[in-house]
């Protein structure tokens, strides 16, 4: 790996959210790995009809994008704190916008061709949203490469929020077995991914 990579995980979050907003893909994979434990636990907190807590998760993500991208180093603010309000506030929009779906009477519903217009005035960038997604699709195929099953499968609950001995009881493992696939999988991404 480069020496520029090398020190990637060296750098603050404010200073890898600014590499982001120019473009920089292994700095949104750092930050992405910083982050998503804090995503998960974040989106516990929400449920909305239709909507999976992968769901949340994923719109966090979407979030963290954002974030990097609209983030102001010269406004001396926290970056943890600024992400954790744009992630919050896409969470409360899926939240109300489910909610909203749910009290719309079928006699009300739109067709997609008379709705049209109104999604050009929303603030929506569909290849940005792809190019997102395909992202985050790279990455998690990246770790499913990387690392074994039960690994993957720890990571993603200990991200998900959960504690050790939750996902021991999900795994039907110990507690120590979950502690030590996690701490395998975190020596690989940071030898192979995050070095």
Known sequence: ?????????????????????????????????????????????????????????????????????????????????????????????????????????SASIVSLEESTEELEGEHTNPEELMIAKEHFSLLFGKLRELLSDREYRVLMMYCGGLSYAEIAEKLCITAKSADNALQRAKKKISLHICP
């Open 1 to 105: 790996m480069s020496e520029s990579l090398k020190n990637l995980t060296e750098l603050s979050d404010a200073e890898l959210a600014v590499l982001v907003k120019s473009g920089n893909d292994s700095a949104f994979d750092v930050l992405t790995l910083r982050y998503l434990r804090n995503i998960g636990f974040l989106a516990n907190k929400y449920s909305a009809d239709g909507y999976e807590r992968n769901d949340f998760v994923q719109e966090g993500l979407m979030g963290l994008l954002s974030a990097c991208r609209t983030f102001d180093i010269a406004q001396k603010t926290s970056f943890k704190s600024y992400v954790d309000i744009v992630v919050e506030r896409r969470f409360i929009s899926i939240v109300r916008k489910a909610k909203a779906q749910k009290a719309v009477p």
